[in-house]
């Protein structure tokens, strides 16, 4: 490869990430809400590919759905894994085939018990992820999540609140981000999307 061409592909890459870089922070700032499809998909390194295997049965020829959360989540998180389920019937409806990952970012609560049993009451096609320390804030990273625990210290390890981002992620089967949405409001257009672009899938 000439320098010329690494240093085009350096660049592209970088660019490319900016703009994911600033379509999830307009997310997070809850500026819009709106379904992002990206003409140049983001591959995710490759122990972050493994990582989300790990999660799935099956991996030819199936898409990821990925969102991130807690259990004790009052809100947006059961909203986002009923969402979560309606797009796994919705793809399922257009022959393609989608697998749901929740991912925890409050470790110290979920434990797998809980988090399997969280996934299953909406989707036995949803599983789960859970990392914790470094592995979780290097996996984090990697989407560009935003996660804010509110009033955990020694004295309260039991009732504090998380704060993060609700940016969704539908991973295509060679471990690229092609699609970012919010998951609590746009699945409506991703089910669309199932529906009128067939020929991305």
């Not at 000439?2 to 660019?15: M, P």
Request: proline content about 2%; glycine content about 4%.
């Amino acid at each position: 490869m000439g320098g010329i061409e690494l240093k085009a592909r350096i660049f592209n890459t970088k660019l490319v990430l900016m703009i994911v870089s600033i379509a999830l922070l307009m997310m997070h700032v809850n500026l819009s809400a709106a379904l992002l499809v990206l003409q140049r998909p983001v591959p995710l390194k490759t122990e972050v590919i493994a990582q989300l295997s790990e999660a799935s049965a099956s991996t030819d020829n199936t898409w990821r759905l990925i969102t991130f959360g807690f259990t004790r989540c009052k809100d947006i998180c059961p909203i986002s894994l009923g969402n979560l389920h309606m797009l796994i019937q919705a793809a399922e409806a257009q022959q393609i085939r989608v697998q749901g990952i929740f991912v925890s970012i409050d470790p110290d609560r979920d434990s797998d018990a809980a988090l399997s049993g969280y996934t299953d009451r909406f989707d036995s096609a949803i599983s789960y992820l859970r990392f914790e320390d470094k592995a979780l804030e290097e996996f984090i990273q990697a989407f560009g999540v935003e996660v804010t625990f509110l009033t955990k210290n020694e004295g309260n390890m039991q009732n504090y609140q998380v704060d993060h981002s609700t940016t969704a992620f539908l991973v295509d089967p060679e471990g690229r981000i092609k699609v970012m949405f919010d998951a609590a409001r746009d699945a409506a257009a991703v089910a669309k999307l199932f529906q009128e672009s067939r020929g991305m899938f």
